[in-house]
């Protein structure tokens, strides 16, 4: 499985930003696509995931209700939309994917990784 991560870049505070993650090779009817970011200094953390055939989605409190995460099956494509952008969420931003068919916050369930996407956010 591969997994190719764009739509970074530089935004003002309060702009928006939308990622994509696209997986290729042999991708398995049910798996999970997480997100996760990482900022200088700071450990990998957790930001949203979405269930491949339910939909079901799980997002950080830090991020809830300014992000939204996505897919389309047909392409194997996950979007993560973030609006009202702040600096704290300036990082590297990485989609991974889960085979299992329940959604994990830990980055250890998740066994592919995209190569990461830097988001900038100026105050």
């Known amino acids: 499985v591969q997994l190719q991560a764009s739509g970074g870049g530089l935004v003002q505070a309060g702009g928006s930003l939308r990622l994509s993650c696209a997986a290729s090779?042999?991708?398995?009817?049910?798996?999970?696509m997480g997100w996760f970011r990482q900022a200088p200094g700071k450990e990998r953390e957790f930001v949203t995931s979405i269930v491949r055939n339910r939909g079901n989605t799980d997002y950080a409190d830090s991020v809830k209700g300014r992000f939204t995460v996505s897919r389309d099956n047909a392409k194997n494509t996950v979007y993560l939309q973030m609006n009202s952008l702040k600096p704290e969420d300036t990082a590297v931003y990485y989609c991974?994917?889960?085979?299992?068919?329940?959604?994990?916050?830990?980055?250890?369930?998740?066994?592919?990784w995209g190569q990461g996407t830097q988001v900038t956010v100026s105050s």
């Open positions: 991974a994917l889960s085979t299992s068919s329940y959604s994990s916050r830990l980055a250890g369930s998740y066994a592919y």
């Open positions: 090779g042999r991708t398995f009817g049910y798996y999970v």
